[in-house]
């Protein structure tokens, strides 16, 4: 061992030299996975968000309770008929490339967003027909609809501003050298070791910018992750494991954020997504779903699935956010109605198979509903299957039960319209409504929040009793960092702001 | 020697136009529609059927093979749809990454494993071989990320000596470079150590109980001579043949290594890659390994000829 010990000496002095050599004002950022293509027009996965949070401004943004805050937009004005929304653009703005960040930039990027071959902000910006410049300072978007989670989408990728000039130069290849106007200006990558961002010195509120790079990292095991932050090698970690967080409690070093995220975990059932619907109690009899929703003990879910680092709830949103709709609580956990329930339904011991993406949360949550509900009869089998591989069986319909989440967008349309609008892309339990269609369009074409939420409310009151969906609860998102990084915000996208972070000495 | 050669050359050919052939066949079994991973939590309908258009989903099979092939030949191994880098640029920067762990791992691996074998078979039966003989099954039966998470623990968090993740590249600092690659070496290096021990120990005893040894012995010759000179030589055979192909197991099976250590090598380039039904970039890296397992293969064979003249003939 003494031997052993001597040779890990050297290599340990020439380390220990390395944090000199480093600058001090290097944010080192983990990251649960490396991200996709860093184009806003093109991203599709959660963590690409993570550094396009601190590479992309957005016209929006949002603060630690959801509203929207102004960001490149300074302010905006709905017309009488909500088919058409001004916006005015923060003066003195320029992308990475010097470029001017102005209306007709803006538009340039919503036009890209809405044409451009294989772009992700379609969906988001669907009601969008033309964008017009008033003034360089002003543009107005028109709608073809009344389309109130527009200001919301402009919160997220659709509200991101891309340099024309280099979008144009680089086509379908402006990923790989992404120019934004963010705080930080990208400076390379390399796929699944780095990305490394450096301090714009023209941003409009550099005052806010406290480092001079970030390096962001990805380490997609959870507990090299943490020993990555514990060693002092990164700075920042997402997506910490919940078994982790209570020892954390301990360390002085270190501190932890949780944010409840605006996504959910839910379970789906196929109502009519295929044939299969219909050769199951499960998919035919909303009683029998009644009946599996009252079996399940959420609090004990959370409990043993997630070590309490989750909210419970029964809905897209969580019980917290501003538009639960109250009108359809939690149900408590209730053996002797679901048997009831199951009796009526003339089924008292339903079967069914539910399909579990192999994730280790996905697999304990499938065997612990499996116990719960067999206390009301159910004989559920689990069939394990590989995340591409559930995706193209749900979107088959080939299936009874799918073990599935949904990481959430600000506006509750996000959460709700393609799920449960009839042949929307996410409607894998193949529910289809008019009532439900009418009020959804309802919920889009309604600005006044109060009104809104009454539109919600009548819709949970139909979905949730046809339970193509059960939701279960809503995930924390966990977070640790060095206790000197001061000014981590813990807003409810789970993104971190880079903006106003600051370490002590 | 030249015919053997020709034989083998004109062998790898067809080799390589067959693995070609079933890499890209095999591909097309993985369930799941690439264009649904790729489109993302979305799932736009418009994404998914222009990703379709563009990676030529709909084609029959034998036209998408030839669209690949033809770009093979032309050296463009086409590009990785996930973040848009061409995969000949994700290869030639993972690869080397993946040849200085499996040479350090190896290093490791024949720098304990030999001597240990050698130790073994000549001391049989006394405390030296039953310590290889441990040691060989704790190598064996130590799982390569639990051994890792251990020395992060004690060596980066704890003692705070080495990195407890990351790769530096050896030219910009060989320093940094060797610090990272300490442990991760020594993970990957441990098992194969093992397996070399476990075989140079039965060669080695084998070769020992042979007539010629025997005679060496007879003639009077020091015990080390007959073992490292006559003995070990043969012994060796077998035992290169093991470390071509464990070679090639070790640029491939670096995997779980490279998860633990971040190392951002080829295994966490096709591991990833599979999981986001990344066609072109599997394709590109099991075609480089195929390739690569094929000239070890070549190599092991010339080195049969430097180390068994009977095979010279």
Redesign the interface.
């Known amino acids: 061992m003494p031997r052993r010990l001597r040779l890990f000496a050297l290599p340990a002095l020439l380390l220990a030299l390395l944090p000199l050599a480093a600058s001090a004002q290097t944010l080192r950022v983990g990251l649960a996975e490396d991200p996709d293509v860093l184009d806003p027009t093109l991203a599709r996965s959660f963590v690409g968000r993570v550094v396009f949070a601190g590479l992309c401004d957005k016209l929006f943004d949002i603060d630690e309770k959801l509203q929207i805050v102004p960001q490149l937009a300074t302010g905006y004005e709905w017309s009488a008929d909500s088919k058409a929304l001004t916006l005015k653009i923060r003066p003195g703005v320029t992308f990475h490339d010097g470029e001017k960040l102005d209306a007709a930039a803006v538009k340039f990027n919503i036009e890209r967003h809405k044409t451009m071959a294989g772009s992700n902000r379609r969906g988001e910006l669907a009601p969008v027909s033309t964008v017009d410049v008033v003034d360089p300072q002003t543009v107005r978007i028109n709608l073809s609809a009344p389309f109130s989670p527009l200001l919301a989408a402009l919160t997220d990728r659709a509200g991101m501003m891309v340099s024309p000039k280099a979008a144009q130069a680089e086509g379908d290849k402006f990923g790989t050298k992404p120019v934004c106007s963010g705080p930080f200006r990208f400076v390379e990558r390399v796929a699944q070791d780095r990305i490394v961002l450096e301090k714009y010195a023209g941003y409009w509120n550099k005052d806010q910018v406290h480092f001079d790079k970030i390096v962001y990292t990805p380490i997609p095991d959870a507990t090299v992750r943490l020993a990555n932050l514990r060693s002092g090698q990164l700075d920042f970690i997402e997506r910490v494991a919940s078994s982790d967080m209570e020892k954390l409690k301990g360390d002085k070093k270190l501190k932890t954020a949780r944010i409840t995220e605006i996504g959910y975990q839910g379970l789906t059932i196929n109502v009519g997504k295929s044939e299969k619907a219909q050769q199951n109690p499960l998919g035919k009899d909303a009683r029998v779903r009644e009946a599996l929703e009252l079996s399940i003990d959420r609090q004990g879910l959370v409990q043993v699935v997630m070590d309490n680092e989750a909210q419970v709830g029964n809905q897209w949103v969580a019980p917290s956010n501003a538009w639960y709709a109250k009108n359809v609580p939690i149900p408590r956990r209730d053996i002797q109605r679901a048997k009831a329930l199951l009796k009526e339904a003339g089924v008292p011991n339903p079967s069914f198979t539910m399909v579990a993406p192999t994730t280790s949360d996905a697999q304990r949550l499938a065997v612990v509903i499996q116990a719960m509900a067999r206390d009301a009869g159910f004989d559920i089998k689990i069939q394990a299957a590989e995340f591409a591989t559930s995706l193209n069986m749900a979107d088959k319909g080939d299936y009874e039960a799918y073990v599935l989440a949904w990481s959430g967008r600000p506006d509750p349309d996000g959460n709700l319209f393609s799920f449960h609008g009839c042949k929307q892309p996410l409607n894998y339990a193949g529910y289809c409504d008019a009532e439900t269609d009418k009020l959804l369009a309802q919920s889009r074409a309604t600005r006044d929040p109060a009104e809104r939420k009454k539109v919600f409310e009548q819709i949970a009151a139909k979905v949730l009793k046809e339970r193509p969906v059960i939701y279960l609860y809503h995930r924390n998102w966990l977070w640790a960092y060095n206790a000197k990084l001061a000014g981590v915000r813990g807003l409810p996208d789970g993104l971190l702001r880079v903006t106003g972070l600051k370490m002590a000495p | 020697m030249l015919g053997f050669l020709t034989r083998r050359l004109g062998a790898i050919l067809p080799t390589l136009v067959l693995v070609s052939m079933l890499i890209f066949g095999l591909q097309q079994l ?5 264009a ?12 998914i059927a ?2 379709h258009q ?1 990676l030529h989903l709909d084609e029959p099979l034998p036209v998408r093979y030839a669209y690949w092939i033809g770009g093979v030949l032309r050296g463009d191994l086409g590009e ?1 749809v ?4 061409p995969v000949l640029d ?1 290869v030639l ?2 690869l080397p990454v993946t040849v200085e762990l499996a040479i350090l791992a190896m290093a490791v691996a024949v720098l304990v494993g030999v001597p240990a074998g050698i130790a073994a078979a000549v001391g049989r039966g006394t405390a030296w071989d039953a310590a290889a003989n441990a040691f060989a099954l704790w190598g064996l039966s130590t799982p390569n990320f639990w051994l890792g ?1 251990l020395l ?2 004690l ?3 704890q003692l ?8 530096v590249s050896p030219f910009e600092d060989l ?2 470079n ?2 990272a690659m ?1 442990m991760p070496a020594f993970v990957l290096g441990n098992a194969l150590a093992a397996v070399l021990m476990r075989h140079t120990r039965s060669a080695m005893l084998q070769v020992l109980s042979a007539d010629y040894i025997r005679t060496a012995r007879s003639k009077g010759l020091r015990e080390a001579p007959v073992v490292l000179k006559h003995a070990l030589r043969n012994a060796l055979v077998p035992v290169v043949t093991l470390g071509a192909l464990e070679f090639g197991t070790l640029l491939s099976g670096a995997v779980l290594t490279e ?4 190392i ?1 090598g080829f295994g ?2 096709i591991v ?1 890659a599979v ?1 986001n ?1 990344d066609y072109a970039v599997v394709q590109g890296v099991v075609l480089v390994t195929a390739t690569t397992y094929i000239a070890l293969n070549l190599v092991a064979d010339l080195a049969y000829f430097a180390l068994n003249p009977r095979l010279r003939g």
């Open positions: 993985l369930p799941g529609d690439p649904k991973i790729l489109a993302g939590e979305e799932q736009d309908p418009t994404v222009y990703l563009k990785s996930r973040n848009q880098q994700l920067q993972k998470i992060i623990l060596f980066s968090v705070g000596w080495l990195p407890a993740s990351g790769y320093g940094a060797l610090a300490v998860q633990v250590f971040t951002p966490k380039l990833d999981f039904r």
